[in-house]
């Protein structure tokens, strides 16, 4: 795929979602991160669901903290590997308060080295928070950057650095969201949505045909 076609797909996903954003809820960088932390095998309405019961009772390390392993278990029980989770939101809480002063760190360095937190996550953080081009590959962004043959690799990290790259400048900052939304609602992994896609004629989906 070239780059006229790439800086056209990308323009006519802007055009039609101009401001894109996370679909976890969220007030601030500390919530964002408890969010993702939790979102990882689990849905964003079931993570916005428990959070939305959270967050008004405790949206800060110390007040979570205060909470404690079970205290915090009560909260997020409706989320997939709730156990595991509540451990590291405890561990992060007090990491950020003894090493961060309470708040969280706006680099990938540190972002990886709390609890539960690892690249998709921190770049998640980066971009949504920090406002930082970072590219969060799940298995939406994984799909559709293959499929469409906009930045093919074999592996998360390959096509994270290769969107990365031949994302255009101008684009690098939404591209996360409006390649997340596509996957999730049009370029779906069963059953693409391809006669409804907004960017069919430039997709190289081979099999597209056969999704009309």
Partial sequence: M???KRTEIF???RDANPEPTTELNYSSP????????LS???TDVGVNKATAKLFPVANTPEAVLA???DGLKEYIKTIGLFNSKAENVIKTCRMLIEKHGG?????RKDLEALPGVGRKTANVVLNTAFRQPAMAVDTHIFRVSNRTGIAPGKNVVEVEQRLMRLVPREFLMDAHHWLILHGRYTCTARKPKCGACIIEDLCEFKQKRDYQ
């Fill in 2 to 4: 070239n780059k006229q």
């Fill in 40 to 42: 990882a095998q689990a």
């Fill in 30 to 37: 500390f919530e964002l991160l408890i969010a993702v932390i």
């Fill in 103 to 107: 708040e969280v760190p706006d680099n």
């Fill in 11 to 13: 323009t006519r996903l």
């Fill in 67 to 69: 909470l404690g392993v």
